[in-house]
């Protein structure tokens, strides 16, 4: 059987603040560790029929980046629920709220 690993490494400062975060995969194509400035994960457990989420970012992580990435969090999220389920009012739902999100996002430059 085929084995595919992603690890995460997350360099804190002295007030357990992630400072920096890496993360490397067995099928990403660069085979160095790779920078990044925010992960959210999420596994379904089984047993308690919930989901355990980590969400990690770097202190300098710009507001307005983190709020993109939550965007582009639920966009990924709509395309996998069409993927996993075939439901296309669920995913539709999800890419609408994205619309408004942006929209939103939009209004807080002017």
């Known amino acids: 059987m085929k084995k595919s690993d992603i690890t995460f490494t997350v360099h804190l400062d002295q007030n357990n603040i992630p400072d920096k975060i890496y993360w490397d995969a067995t099928e990403k194509p660069d085979p160095e560790m790779a920078e990044t400035k925010a992960i959210s994960l999420a596994i379904w457990d ?65």
């Open 46 to 110: 089984q047993k308690q029929k919930n989901t355990l989420r980590i969400d990690l970012w770097t202190k300098d992580m710009p507001v307005n980046e983190m709020k993109r990435f939550y965007i582009d969090c639920i966009g990924g999220l709509a395309q996998s629920a069409l993927t996993a389920t075939g439901d296309e009012f669920l995913a539709q739902e999800m890419n609408a709220l994205c619309d408004r999100l942006v929209k939103h996002l939009q209004s807080e430059k002017s």
